[in-house]
Nanobody
Framework: VQLQASGGGLVQAEDSLRLSCARP????????MGWLRQAPGKEREFVAA????????FYADFAKGRFTISRDSAKNTVTLQMNSLKPEDTAVYYC????????????????????WGQGTQVTVSS
């Protein structure tokens, strides 16, 4: 499973960023797609994910109300819209995929994701 993440950058607090994850030539509806992040000196943590059907999403508590995960099946991409960014959101963000038979299930743990993109840096200055 090949994944290509993009869209990171340096922004100020309260700004927005949109991250994209492409799955070239393959349907994003055949896998669960998620975003996880890793800040310096910390464990990689779950951010958000969307089910194969696209009908279910799940967010980490820190992402609720600020981040939105969505997908464009025609473009085979999944997007993470991040609003009201905070300095503590600074991290490398990884796009990840998991293969599950269920079209509704949304895995919420790092170990559930077997496939990873290269990561994109998000830096939020205060």
């Amino acid at each position: 499973v090949q994944l290509q993440a993009s869209g990171g950058g340096l922004v100020q607090a309260e700004d927005s960023l949109r991250l994209s994850c492409a799955r070239p030539g393959r349907s994003v509806s055949s896998v669960v797609m998620g975003w996880l992040r890793q800040a310096p000196g910390k464990e990689r943590e779950f951010v958000a994910a969307i089910s194969r059907s696209g009908g279910n999403t799940f967010y980490a508590d820190f992402a609720k109300g600020r981040f939105t995960i969505s997908r464009d099946s025609a473009k085979n991409t999944v997007t993470l819209q991040m609003n009201s960014l905070k300095p503590e959101d600074t991290a490398v963000y990884y796009c990840a995929a998991a293969i599950y038979a269920s079209t509704q299930f949304v895995p919420k743990n790092r170990v559930d994701y077997a496939y990873w993109g290269q990561g994109t840096q998000v830096t939020v200055s205060s």
